[in-house]
Each structure stands twice: as structure tokens, then as C-alpha cells.
């Protein structure tokens, strides 16, 4: 089994999930009752998986988002569900697997998440505490913000109305500066070019 990831047979996962997903109705709903029904089953699956995803990651050192990781990840997911409302369910960190969280950011998978696009966050069952704590400390991030749209040729006057006179708790958040209709990622630059800019026009202003 954990050669399925070998060069030869890198497709299997992917295979796999394709056959489960394009399943009739009837037919999933007997394969996942088996499974719901079976924590056996579903801890002797998820072991298959996490250890050819391990011995994937350790031998090939893939790329965090390759059709295998994804594939992987999801059929994770899918066993996790199912044990979720299983009446014995095994452990939820069987599911968490050490190799795979070392090889994704927290940052890049909210960035992917936010955009609509395949994103870990979807598949949360194979994270580990770690790798989520992070993930929240980045969301929190992107909550407490305040963004402020700047005109250039109003700098002062936007600089005085929607930064110096900001409130108390807006002072406590990220403030993001944006110039009007321009493209640039306040990562700090933008910022920092913004109260240049403000502070030059004061003491021209003061000389």
C-alpha cells in the first residue's frame, strides 16, 4: 500500500476519490452507512491513507498543494464526518497528520481560503492544534483591521479626517492604508510612504 505514490502510480488517490465521488446516490449512501457503522473500518482506512500520505511527503517532499495532498486530505475529511456521527468514534487526532501540517502555512491557506480556491482550512480534521492556533491568530489578524482609503492629492485633509482623528478602539486595530484607486498591498510600504508623505506636507506647510 505505500506505494501508491510511487512515480508509476502517483494517480491512485486521486482514482480513488474520483470513483467514490461519481458513485450514485444510492450506492455512496451504502458505502458511507458501512463506514458510519464500522469505527473499525473507518480507523483501518484512515491508517491506509495516513500512512501513504507520510511515506509520500517524507520520500518525494511534494509541494503543499498537489493533487495527491488534496486528494488525501479530503478523503480524511470525508472519514472524519463519518466518524463524527459514528456511536463509537476513535480519536479525532488519528486523523492529524504530523508530516503534512509541517508542509502548509497558515497565511497561504487563508490568502487561498478568502479567494475561493482549494484551501486546508476546508479539510480542518487532518490540522493539528498548532498549525489552527496559528490559523486563528491570522484570522483575528484580518479581523481586527482598519482599512483607509487615501487620496493623493488630499493627503492632508484625509490624513487629518480618517487617520489622526480615528477613535480609541480603531487606534487599537491594524490600521491598512490604501491609496485611491491604486493596487498596491499595504504590507507596511504603503503605510510608512503615507505618513512620509503626511509629515512632509505638515512641515512644508509649517516653512
Same mark, same amino acid.
Given at each position: ?92 487526532? +488519528?486523523?492529524? !497528520? /504530523? ?7 497558515? $497565511? %497561504?491557506?487563508?490568502? =487561498?481560503?478568502? #479567494? ?63 491609496? +485611491?484607486?491604486? !493596487? /498596491? ?7 510608512? $510612504? %503615507?505618513?512620509?508623505? =503626511?509629515?512632509? #506636507? ?6
Amino acid at each position: 500500500m505505500l506505494q501508491f505514490f510511487t512515480k508509476e502510480n502517483n494517480h491512485v488517490f486521486s482514482k480513488l476519490f474520483e470513483k467514490i465521488t461519481y458513485m450514485s446516490v444510492p450506492a455512496f449512501q451504502v458505502f458511507y452507512n458501512a463506514i458510519v457503522c464500522n469505527p473499525i473500518f473507518i480507523r483501518y482506512l484512515n491508517e491506509v491513507v495516513q500512512n501513504v500520505l507520510t511515506s509520500y511527503i517524507n520520500d518525494q517532499v511534494p509541494d503543499p498543494h498537489t493533487v495527491q495532498m488534496h486528494t488525501a486530505s479530503t478523503i480524511i475529511e470525508l472519514l472524519s464526518e463519518a466518524n463524527s456521527i459514528c456511536e463509537n468514534p476513535i480519536n479525532p487526532s +488519528e486523523f492529524v !497528520n /504530523a508530516s503534512f501540517n509541517k508542509r502548509i502555512f497558515p $497565511e %497561504f491557506e487563508y490568502k =487561498l481560503y478568502k #479567494k475561493e480556491l482549494f484551501s486546508y482550512i476546508k479539510t480542518q480534521s487532518i490540522l493539528d492544534v498548532s498549525f489552527k492556533s496559528l490559523l486563528l491568530r491570522q484570522y483575528s489578524r484580518q479581523m481586527d483591521q482598519k482599512s483607509i482609503v487615501i487620496r493623493r492629492d488630499s493627503i492632508v485633509e484625509d490624513g487629518i479626517n480618517k487617520v489622526l482623528k480615528l477613535d480609541s478602539e480603531d487606534l487599537q486595530k491594524h490600521i491598512k492604508i490604501e491609496f +485611491e484607486n491604486e !493596487n /498596491a498591498q499595504d504590507s507596511g510600504g504603503v503605510s510608512r $510612504e %503615507f505618513f512620509f508623505l =503626511l509629515f512632509n #506636507k505638515f512641515f512644508s506647510a509649517e516653512s
